[in-house]
């Protein structure tokens, strides 16, 4: 794991920070998420249809690149810093490519509430594992295997959810809105995929 950090050097305050995580889980180690796809039902007695999302757990061992850690201090925002801390990273990955994989990810952080709850997590996460968001967050620092042990393997239906939690599911944050910007404009695009976590 490497962590870039932007101080002020007159002050000795720290600006902001970004890190890089080598590789992202691996081999008998995978890094989780939900693949999300359309399901399309026709009847045609009624002559009418739906369409629904649903999420499937996913188990990816390839052991990717993640980038993530860009936080900025609010007084250091609109200045171009975030840019050059994010940008920084992607000039290490050049500088040193060995130590990374070919694939990079970015997990960008969830619409949190007032109180820091995360809809996803308290309508769907919180169903099958009876943790908080921040308790089930914190675990998964050291170990993730309770995620594939008591989260369902089968596809779940998201309309099943109600729409403060479906409305949630692949939007960031609105103070993360910048930093998704900026990596779609070097070539990043959302997947489909959405962290059980964030």
Same mark, same amino acid.
């Given at each position: 794991?490497?962590?870039?950090?932007?101080?002020?050097?007159?002050?000795?305050?720290?600006?902001?920070?970004?890190?890089?995580?080598?590789?992202?889980?691996?081999?008998?180690?995978?890094?989780?998420?939900?693949?999300?796809?359309?399901?399309?039902?026709?009847?045609?007695?009624?002559?009418?249809?739906?369409?629904?999302?649903?999420?499937?757990?996913?188990?990816?061992?390839?052991?990717?690149?993640?980038?993530?850690?860009?936080?900025?201090?609010?007084?250091? /925002?609109?200045?171009?810093?975030?840019?050059?801390?994010?940008?920084?990273?992607?000039?290490?990955?050049?500088?040193?490519?060995?130590?990374?994989?070919?694939?990079?990810?970015?997990?960008?952080?969830?619409?949190?509430?007032?109180?820091?709850?995360?809809?996803?997590?308290?309508?769907?996460?919180?169903?099958?594992?009876?943790?908080?968001?921040?308790?089930?967050?914190?675990?998964?620092?050291?170990?993730?295997?309770?995620?594939?042990?008591?989260?369902?393997?089968?596809?779940?239906?998201?309309?099943?959810?109600?729409?403060?939690? /479906?409305?949630?599911?692949?939007?960031?944050?609105?103070?993360?809105?910048?930093?998704?910007?900026?990596?779609?404009?070097?070539?990043?695009?959302?997947?489909?995929?959405?962290?059980?976590?964030?």
């Amino acid at each position: 794991q490497f962590m870039f950090i932007l101080e002020d050097t007159e002050t000795g305050v720290c600006l902001g920070t970004s890190q890089i995580m080598a590789h992202m889980g691996g081999p008998g180690n995978p890094n989780f998420s939900f693949k999300l796809t359309r399901r399309e039902f026709f009847s045609k007695s009624l002559q009418t249809g739906t369409s629904h999302i649903v999420a499937k757990l996913y188990a990816d061992e390839s052991g990717p690149t993640e980038i993530g850690g860009l936080i900025l201090q609010p007084a250091s /925002r609109g200045h171009r810093l975030g840019r050059f801390l994010s940008l920084i990273r992607f000039h290490f990955i050049g500088l040193h490519r060995a130590l990374f994989a070919d694939r990079v990810i970015a997990e960008m952080m969830a619409p949190i509430t007032l109180d820091g709850q995360n809809m996803l997590w308290e309508y769907l996460g919180r169903r099958f594992i009876p943790l908080s968001y921040t308790e089930a967050d914190k675990h998964c620092q050291r170990s993730r295997e309770f995620i594939s042990a008591l989260l369902p393997p089968e596809d779940i239906y998201l309309s099943l959810l109600p729409p403060e939690a /479906r409305d949630v599911v692949g939007r960031v944050h609105e103070e993360t809105v910048p930093a998704r910007k900026r990596l779609e404009k070097l070539g990043f695009r959302y997947k489909d995929a959405v962290d059980p976590f964030d």
